[in-house]
């Protein structure tokens, strides 16, 4: 089970209850948990978190339980992505539960434990629990409910923690396990468990080891051992800091920098380090983070890429002195005085594991000699077949050794990658001089001693499909081991990095976790264990162990991390202090301005683009005032302040003004009295109302009483303005001050409100140029009507110049955009409260009536501010690439959400210039791969732009295209086949891209075949249609069995001509499982030579055979002939058996062939001969057998071949063949054998290791 921490965002309460019983008092005395300090980026995603503890952990003094239920009803009814539990308590700490009730981008129920008041806890906080979640069954709890734990530190990075996959949600739906009742309820039952944090899960590895680790970015533990290794070599990091690299330079994009400040980081930073610029510069994503990749793969890769960025700089050439080797490739005739030798460097050495005790017997399995001889003799130029001997010597090894363990291999049997588990010993000092140089050239510098000690373990933990990778590194070459586990770093003891990473079972007291009560004497695999081994030369080490200072980085790049860890310490204070204060979105209306147009069109602004105001939490709101008055520059009696509000139609406006009385407060307290919910948020939201000079000095004369208070400019005061006596007691201090304070608040106070006036605010819209602009608020008397207020109205309109002189005007109120626009005409004789109902907060969009003769013109798109807002909110722009250059962006459009598939290829046609829009297909994005979606969108198989971006519960701004060369409706009605043509010799002659349609039978498309191949064709010959996969035939198609069914993606189509000795009912026609007997009545081709097998003037039995036959070899077979088959006169004998059991592998082109009832194998190898062409010589070393199953029958000269064709119907013809062994001149492996090759463990459906940079 992968466990996720995931960001998340408010969404509507559930309600649920909490069930006590369990909750001891002390829960409510110990509530409060040790800050511990957390620094570093906060990740979106955390995959690979800190290992839970085990289970069965010993108990802890006072542990703090409690158990929650809650019910949810009507579940079929929930549309929100994620849902909330209410906030409940356990332990002193408030809970709630998440869950994504369609899945958390899987086809899985998520649920999470999720701290609910993330945002009220101090900076550093802390807090461990042990807890399970449970979907309870309301058919069968004991049998179908479904039960998961786990252990999790919750701390600001990581404050929710659960299960991504917790049930599929086909078995959620499943009425017979019952998870949902006939009620339309389900049940999720949480039991919490809050105790000492036991884990060192803040383990300060610096201070502990002098060494610090690199953060897991969600599945780059591969990459982070593989760093940590090639750090560790400190003449590769002097190298590092030696590239040349300039200021300018952005990290991100400079992997010679990004990788700089990664190691400078590593050598003097406190704590685990971020390795997100690193990837950046690769040119990867948040997809390839969560890729895991091989260790090896990623080790070639980088040093590839470093080498050519070293290339014409001091440091060129560091990659081949530090890690290359060279080695000799030999063939030596023993006959003959021929030789040939062919030298090749290398970077790393691939050893074997299976069938190996250790380092030693896999070198000396490398240089073993293999024979050439009998039917598997040498070539030589000059000379003919000889008898030789092949192997490999090495020329010289390199300062650094990089061996790497072949732990995965590629099964034939099972057609999958398996990992080796087997015991495997390697050295803690090797000497490859041993055995007097044995695994040396004669060549070679024998002056060089090749005496190596181990520097580092790199350790795959898991098994084929997944895992975990950590290292074991010893920095100085001597004593102290140390474990690189990502962010965490240990020191170890030997034994730990040697004997217990060489694999084979877990003699271990756990025995893997198994019972062995259950199975006495029963031994698991260990599953940890090396898979790469790195070597430092003694007679280096003084050169490769150097020391990589300070002083070999350059200035610019030491500045600029400095500057970073400043920032990053000012950042760190903020945290710290952060619950000290609160944070205040000030909105203003030149951020109405800024905004309104361009950022966003509905609602006044986005507060998080506001400017934020960071006070401390006891400031007086006065002297907040003043903190405005100077950064603002608007005096303090000009201030009015408006809480804002949501509203139940999601807008989110000005909704009252803050009153004189609650202006007396600190900011703490007006937060905590005006917010419904102050733990969803720490911010405190208000709007800033600047009070005109005119209703200022309008008040100031109607009130003149008001002296320097109210509505007037309040003198300048200081302390000395309100002296205080000092009064025994202090009793009459306090009153004095709380006076003063209240005649200093009442001197700043702002002109009140008008009495039954509201606040509306002013939008513009003008639909010649589709802007739309803020322009300001009003105070209107909400008895008044519209009218009356027209002319304020076109004077705040004129002064932006967005109306023309003598341009009469509407008015339409914004009402809300969710879930779909509202925006109502506003009549201009109703009074604003009784008959439009309008309120503080309100927006009247105006706008210039436009004559009905410039719409119909064209020149005005949008005539009314509702269908130019409907616009807006349907508004997306789309990046369009071609399909054939999936990575390039070709152009972008911006189209409507709701437009259809012929409207949006109507508007790519036009970008493109193409006069037919049919002939465009487009392909979706798959925001997972980041590639195109296949197959290909269908021709109006989606109703708007939205369908089509929207895939599998994520969106994506990207859309493919081809330009096909006919149009998409006419070519969906054909059925576009490709099909190879092979001739009478069963090669390649031609493909062919047939199309036909869609009804059309294989007899049509053999016809069309016919006509195209013309005189290619023996005169009168007839075609069939077989179906290949990978050098096999499994199905000759029957000529009225409908195309539209075929798929030529995955098999392979080929067409031949019908022998006439293959005339008649096929094996495989029609099914994939079939008789291999066949009744046929047709004579042999001419010149075959059928021999016994046919009776008087040529006439077929009915018990003759037609047959498959296929090439094949096996893989890692013995080339020696004297161990091979009966066909060399040698009795079966164990070597016989060990190659039978080799894995075969198929290859070329396969065929069918007619045998006789009683024609033996000679005569029929006469007749292959003949058909394949191939020389006597070649064809001379070529083995036959008979396969069952993948396992071969070698076969004598005599044997007759039908005989052993028999019905089995239950496998289908195709696992019975005639079987030629010989070696495949073109080899061409299947992607999932080929990654035995490159030792990759993943499946050839993953992304290879790739650095774009």
């Given at each position: 089970?992968?466990?996720?921490?995931?960001?998340?965002?408010?969404?509507?309460?559930?309600?649920?209850?909490?069930?006590?019983?369990?909750?001891?008092?002390?829960?409510?005395?110990?509530?409060?948990?040790?800050?511990?300090?957390?620094?570093?980026?906060?990740?979106?995603?955390?995959?690979?978190?800190?290992?839970?503890?085990?289970?069965?952990?010993?108990?802890?003094?006072?542990?703090?339980?409690?158990?929650?239920?809650?019910?949810?009803?009507?579940?079929?009814?929930?549309?929100?992505?994620?849902?909330?539990?209410?906030?409940?308590?356990?332990?002193?700490?408030?809970?709630?539960?998440?869950?994504?009730?369609?899945?958390?981008?899987?086809?899985?129920?998520?649920?999470?434990?999720?701290?609910?008041?993330?945002?009220?806890?101090?900076?550093?906080?802390?807090?461990?629990?042990?807890?399970?979640?449970?979907?309870?069954?309301?058919?069968?709890?004991?049998?179908?409910?479904?039960?998961?734990?786990?252990?999790?530190?919750?701390?600001?990075?990581?404050?929710?923690?659960?299960?991504?996959?917790?049930?599929?949600?086909?078995?959620?739906?499943?009425?017979?396990?019952?998870?949902?009742?006939?009620?339309?309820?389900?049940?999720?039952?949480?039991?919490?468990?809050?105790?000492?944090?036991?884990?060192?899960?803040?383990?300060?590895?610096?201070?502990?080891?002098?060494?610090?680790?690199?953060?897991?970015?969600?599945?780059?533990?591969?990459?982070?051992?593989?760093?940590?290794?090639?750090?560790?070599?400190?003449?590769?990091?002097?190298?590092?800091?030696?590239?040349?690299?300039?200021?300018?330079?952005?990290?991100?994009?400079?992997?010679?920098?990004?990788?700089?400040?990664?190691?400078?980081?590593?050598?003097?930073?406190?704590?685990?380090?971020?390795?997100?610029?690193?990837?950046?510069?690769?040119?990867?994503?948040?997809?390839?983070?969560?890729?895991?990749?091989?260790?090896?793969?990623?080790?070639?890769?980088?040093?590839?890429?470093?080498?050519?960025?070293?290339?014409?700089?001091?440091?060129?050439?560091?990659?081949?002195?530090?890690?290359?080797?060279?080695m000799v490739n030999y063939i030596n005739c023993l006959d003959v005085e021929y030789k040939s030798t062919r030298k090749e460097a290398y970077?790393?050495?691939?050893?074997?594991?299976?069938?190996?005790?250790?380092?030693?017997?896999?070198?000396?399995?490398?240089?073993?000699?293999?024979?050439?001889?009998?039917?598997?003799?040498?070539?030589?130029?000059?000379?003919?077949?000889?008898?030789?001997?092949?192997?490999?010597?090495?020329?010289?090894?390199?300062?650094?050794?990089?061996?790497?363990?072949?732990?995965?291999?590629?099964?034939?049997?099972?057609?999958?990658?398996?990992?080796?588990?087997?015991?495997?010993?390697?050295?803690?000092?090797?000497?490859?001089?041993?055995?007097?140089?044995?695994?040396?050239?004669?060549?070679?510098?024998?002056?060089?001693?090749?005496?190596?000690?181990?520097?580092?373990?790199?350790?795959?933990?898991?098994?084929?499909?997944?895992?975990?990778?950590?290292?074991?590194?010893?920095?100085?070459?001597?004593?102290?081991?140390?474990?690189?586990?990502?962010?965490?770093?240990?020191?170890?003891?030997?034994?730990?990095?040697?004997?217990?990473?060489?694999?084979?079972?877990?003699?271990?007291?756990?025995?893997?976790?198994?019972?062995?009560?259950?199975?006495?004497?029963?031994?698991?695999?260990?599953?940890?264990?090396?898979?790469?081994?790195?070597?430092?030369?003694?007679?280096?080490?003084?050169?490769?162990?150097?020391?990589?200072?300070?002083?070999?980085?350059?200035?610019?790049?030491?500045?600029?991390?400095?500057?970073?860890?400043?920032?990053?310490?000012?950042?760190?204070?903020?945290?710290?202090?952060?619950?000290?204060?609160?944070?205040?979105?000030?909105?203003?209306?030149?951020?109405?301005?800024?905004?309104?147009?361009?950022?966003?069109?509905?609602?006044?602004?986005?507060?998080?683009?506001?400017?934020?105001?960071?006070?401390?939490?006891?400031?007086?709101?006065?002297?907040?005032?003043?903190?405005?008055?100077?950064?603002?520059?608007?005096?303090?009696?000009?201030?009015?302040?408006?809480?804002?509000?949501?509203?139940?139609?999601?807008?989110?406006?000005?909704?009252?003004?803050?009153?004189?009385?609650?202006?007396?407060?600190?900011?703490?307290?007006?937060?905590?009295?005006?917010?419904?919910?102050?733990?969803?948020?720490?911010?405190?939201?208000?709007?800033?109302?600047?009070?005109?000079?005119?209703?200022?000095?309008?008040?100031?004369?109607?009130?003149?009483?008001?002296?320097?208070?109210?509505?007037?400019?309040?003198?300048?005061?200081?302390?000395?303005?309100?002296?205080?006596?000092?009064?025994?007691?202090?009793?009459?201090?306090?009153?004095?001050?709380?006076?003063?304070?209240?005649?200093?608040?009442?001197?700043?106070?702002?002109?009140?409100?008008?009495?039954?006036?509201?606040?509306?605010?002013?939008?513009?819209?003008?639909?010649?140029?589709?802007?739309?602009?803020?322009?300001?608020?009003?105070?209107?008397?909400?008895?008044?009507?519209?009218?009356?207020?027209?002319?304020?109205?076109?004077?705040?309109?004129?002064?932006?110049?967005?109306?023309?002189?003598?341009?009469?005007?509407?008015?339409?109120?914004?009402?809300?955009?969710?879930?779909?626009?509202?925006?109502?005409?506003?009549?201009?004789?109703?009074?604003?409260?009784?008959?439009?109902?309008?309120?503080?907060?309100?927006?009247?969009?105006?706008q210039p009536i436009i004559p009905q003769s410039e719409i119909h013109k064209g020149t005005v798109r949008f005539g009314i501010v509702p269908?130019?807002?409907?616009?807006?909110?349907?508004?997306?722009?789309?990046?369009?690439?071609?399909?054939?250059?999936?990575?390039?962006?070709?152009?972008?459009?911006?189209?409507?959400?709701?437009?259809?598939?012929?409207?949006?290829?109507?508007?790519?046609?036009?970008?493109?210039?193409?006069?037919?829009?049919?002939?465009?297909?487009?392909?979706?994005?798959?925001?997972?791969?980041?590639?195109?979606?296949?197959?290909?969108?269908?021709?109006?198989?989606?109703?708007?732009?939205?369908?089509?971006?929207?895939?599998?519960?994520?969106?994506?701004?990207?859309?493919?295209?081809?330009?096909?060369?006919?149009?998409?409706?006419?070519?969906?009605?054909?059925?576009?086949?490709?099909?190879?043509?092979?001739?009478?010799?069963?090669?390649?002659?031609?493909?062919?891209?047939?199309?036909?349609?869609?009804?059309?039978?294989?007899?049509?498309?053999?016809?069309?075949?016919?006509?195209?191949?013309?005189?290619?064709?023996?005169?009168?010959?007839?075609?069939?249609?077989?179906?290949?996969?990978?050098?096999?035939?499994?199905?000759?198609?029957?000529?009225?069995?409908?195309?539209?069914?075929?798929?030529?993606?995955?098999?392979?189509?080929?067409?031949?001509?019908?022998?006439?000795?293959?005339?008649?009912?096929?094996?495989?026609?029609?099914?994939?499982?079939?008789?291999?007997?066949?009744?046929?009545?047709?004579?042999?081709?001419?010149?075959?030579?059928?021999?016994?097998?046919?009776?008087?003037?040529?006439?077929?039995?009915?018990?003759?055979?037609?047959?498959?036959?296929?090439?094949?070899?096996?893989?890692?077979?013995?080339?020696?002939?004297?161990?091979?088959?009966?066909?060399?006169?040698?009795?079966?004998?164990?070597?016989?058996?060990?190659?039978?059991?080799?894995?075969?592998?198929?290859?070329?082109?396969?065929?069918?062939?007619?045998?006789?009832?009683?024609?033996?194998?000679?005569?029929?190898?006469?007749?292959?001969?003949?058909?394949?062409?191939?020389?006597?010589?070649?064809?001379?070393?070529?083995?036959?057998?008979?396969?069952?199953?993948?396992?071969?029958?070698?076969?004598?000269?005599?044997?007759?071949?039908?005989?052993?064709?028999?019905?089995?119907?239950?496998?289908?013809?195709?696992?019975?063949?005639?079987?030629?062994?010989?070696?495949?001149?073109?080899?061409?492996?299947?992607?999932?054998?080929?990654?035995?090759?490159?030792?990759?463990?993943?499946?050839?459906?993953?992304?290879?290791?790739?650095?774009?940079?």
């Open positions: 089970q992968v466990w996720w921490r995931m960001g998340l965002v408010d969404t509507d309460d559930a309600r649920g209850t909490v069930r006590s019983d369990k909750l001891p008092r002390s829960a409510y005395v110990k509530s409060n948990m040790e800050d511990v300090s957390a620094t570093g980026d906060a990740m979106d995603v955390v995959m690979h978190g800190p290992a839970p503890l085990p289970l069965n952990e010993p108990p802890v003094d006072n542990p703090m339980e409690g158990s929650y239920s809650w019910v949810i009803k009507d579940w079929s009814k929930i549309s929100n992505t994620k849902q909330r539990s209410e906030t409940f308590t356990i332990g002193g700490h408030n809970w709630r539960l998440l869950i994504f009730p369609k899945g958390n981008s899987c086809e899985f129920l998520s649920i999470y434990l999720d701290v609910a008041d993330v945002n009220l806890q101090p900076y550093g906080w802390s807090r461990y629990a042990h807890f399970s979640l449970t979907v309870m069954s309301h058919t069968d709890e004991h049998k179908y409910s479904v039960k998961k734990d786990t252990s999790h530190t919750f701390e600001g990075r990581e404050s929710d923690w659960g299960f991504t996959q917790f049930l599929g949600l086909a078995d959620l739906s499943d009425p017979a396990k019952g998870f949902i009742s006939n009620e339309d309820t389900m049940i999720i039952d949480c039991e919490v468990q809050v105790r000492i944090d036991q884990a060192p899960y803040h383990y300060d590895s610096r201070k502990e080891t002098g060494y610090i680790g690199l953060k897991n970015q969600g599945a780059t533990c591969y990459m982070n051992s593989l760093l940590q290794t090639l750090f560790h070599i400190p003449y590769f990091r002097r190298a590092v800091y030696h590239m040349p690299t300039t200021e300018s330079d952005p990290p991100d994009l400079s992997i010679p920098l990004a990788l700089q400040s990664l190691f400078y980081k590593v050598q003097f930073a406190d704590n685990a380090v971020a390795t997100k610029d690193l990837t950046r510069s690769f040119g990867w994503d948040a997809y390839d983070s969560f890729m895991q990749h091989d260790v090896q793969e990623l080790n070639r890769v980088l040093c590839e890429k470093l080498e050519e960025k070293m290339k014409s700089t001091t440091v060129e050439g560091t990659i081949q002195k530090l890690f290359e080797g060279h970077l790393d050495l691939q050893l074997d594991v299976k069938g190996c005790k250790d380092v030693y017997a896999s070198f000396d399995k490398y240089v073993e000699v293999e024979k050439l001889d009998g039917d598997n003799k040498y070539r030589a130029e000059g000379h003919g077949l000889q008898d030789a001997e092949k192997g490999v010597k090495f020329m010289d090894f390199p300062a650094v050794l990089q061996l790497q363990l072949k732990r995965f291999e590629y099964d034939f049997q099972r057609d999958t990658m398996v990992k080796i588990n087997d015991r495997y010993e390697f050295p803690e000092s090797l000497d490859l001089d041993a055995g007097d140089g044995k695994y040396l050239s004669p060549d070679a510098d024998r002056s060089v001693r090749n005496k190596y000690l181990l520097h580092s373990v790199l350790v795959h933990s898991g098994g084929v499909n997944g895992g975990h990778y950590y290292a074991y590194i010893r920095p100085e070459l001597q004593g102290q081991w140390f474990k690189f586990d990502d962010e965490r770093v240990t020191r170890e003891e030997a034994s730990k990095a040697l004997n217990d990473q060489y694999g084979g079972d877990d003699d271990g007291p756990n025995n893997g976790g198994y019972n062995p009560a259950v199975a006495p004497g029963l031994k698991l695999p260990k599953y940890s264990n090396a898979y790469m081994l790195v070597y430092v030369r003694e007679t280096d080490t003084d050169q490769i162990m150097c020391d990589a200072t300070e002083q070999d980085i350059a200035s610019h790049l030491v500045t600029r991390l400095k500057k970073e860890q400043e920032e990053k310490e000012r950042k760190k204070k903020e945290k710290a202090e952060a619950h000290l204060y609160i944070v205040v979105k000030l909105a203003t209306a030149e951020d109405s301005v800024k905004q309104i147009g361009s950022d966003i069109f509905f609602d006044l602004v986005d507060h998080e683009k506001c400017k934020p105001i960071q006070v401390v939490k006891q400031t007086p709101f006065v002297e907040f005032k003043r903190r405005v008055a100077t950064e603002l520059g608007v005096p303090v009696w000009r201030q009015r302040y408006w809480l804002w509000a949501k509203r139940q139609n999601q807008t989110f406006r000005p909704n009252r003004l803050l009153q004189p009385e609650e202006e007396s407060q600190t900011m703490a307290q007006i937060r905590e009295n005006t917010t419904k919910t102050p733990a969803a948020s720490s911010d405190l939201k208000l709007f800033l109302e600047v009070v005109s000079e005119e209703e200022a000095a309008a008040f100031a004369e109607a009130n003149p009483r008001a002296g320097a208070g109210a509505g007037a400019v309040p003198m300048q005061q200081g302390h000395d303005d309100f002296p205080a006596r000092a009064v025994s007691g202090g009793l009459v201090v306090q009153v004095q001050q709380q006076q003063q304070q209240h005649m200093m608040t009442v001197a700043l106070q702002p002109p009140p409100l008008p009495k039954n006036h509201i606040l509306l605010f002013f939008k513009l819209y003008n639909p010649r140029a589709e802007t739309l602009q803020y322009v300001g608020h009003l105070l209107m008397d909400q008895g008044s009507r519209m009218s009356d207020n027209k002319e304020a109205m076109l004077r705040l309109a004129a002064a932006t110049g967005g109306l023309r002189a003598g341009e009469d005007i509407a008015l339409y109120e914004e009402i809300k955009y969710e879930p779909q626009i509202y925006c109502e005409k506003v009549e201009w004789r109703n009074p604003l409260k009784s008959g439009l109902q309008l309120g503080d907060g309100d927006i009247i969009c105006i269908e130019f807002l409907e616009y807006i909110r349907n508004r997306q722009r789309v990046i369009f690439r071609e399909l054939a250059n999936p990575r390039e962006d070709k152009l972008s459009l911006d189209l409507s959400k709701s437009m259809t598939y012929d409207a949006v290829t109507a508007k790519l046609a036009e970008a493109l210039g193409l006069s037919d829009s049919t002939t465009l297909r487009l392909s979706a994005h798959n925001c997972y791969s980041h590639a195109p979606k296949l197959p290909s969108l269908a021709y109006r198989a989606v109703d708007t732009l939205t369908d089509m971006l929207d895939r599998f519960n994520s969106t994506s701004d990207i859309l493919y295209y081809e330009v096909l060369d006919m149009p998409l409706p006419e070519l969906e009605r054909l059925k576009t086949l490709k099909i190879m043509f092979h001739g009478r010799d069963t090669k390649h002659v031609e493909t062919f891209n047939v199309r036909m349609p869609n009804e059309s039978c294989v007899a049509d498309v053999l016809a069309d075949l016919k006509g195209r191949l013309g005189e290619k064709l023996t005169p009168g010959a007839d075609l069939r249609l077989l179906e290949l996969f990978y050098s096999k035939i499994y199905k000759v198609f029957p000529d009225t069995e409908k195309i539209e069914g075929i798929d030529d993606q995955y098999w392979t189509l080929r067409a031949e001509e019908v022998k006439p000795e293959e005339d008649g009912d096929l094996p495989g026609q029609g099914k994939h499982s079939t008789t291999n007997a066949v009744v046929v009545g047709s004579p042999p081709e001419e010149g075959d030579g059928m021999g016994g097998g046919v009776g008087g003037g040529g006439e077929w039995s009915r018990s003759e055979k037609l047959i498959h036959v296929y090439h094949f070899y096996r893989e890692g077979a013995t080339t020696n002939a004297n161990r091979t088959s009966r066909q060399s006169g040698g009795a079966d004998n164990n070597n016989d058996n060990n190659d039978r059991n080799q894995a075969v592998q198929n290859f070329g082109d396969p065929f069918l062939l007619r045998v006789g009832a009683d024609e033996p194998l000679s005569a029929v190898k006469r007749r292959i001969q003949g058909k394949l062409g191939t020389p006597d010589e070649e064809f001379s070393t070529w083995k036959w057998a008979y396969h069952s199953l993948g396992r071969p029958d070698y076969l004598e000269e005599d044997d007759v071949v039908a005989s052993r064709f028999v019905r089995r119907d239950t496998y289908g013809a195709y696992e019975n063949y005639l079987g030629m062994e010989h070696p495949d001149k073109h080899p061409r492996k299947t992607a999932a054998a080929n990654n035995t090759i490159n030792n990759n463990r993943y499946g050839y459906d993953q992304k290879p290791v790739k650095i774009y940079n």
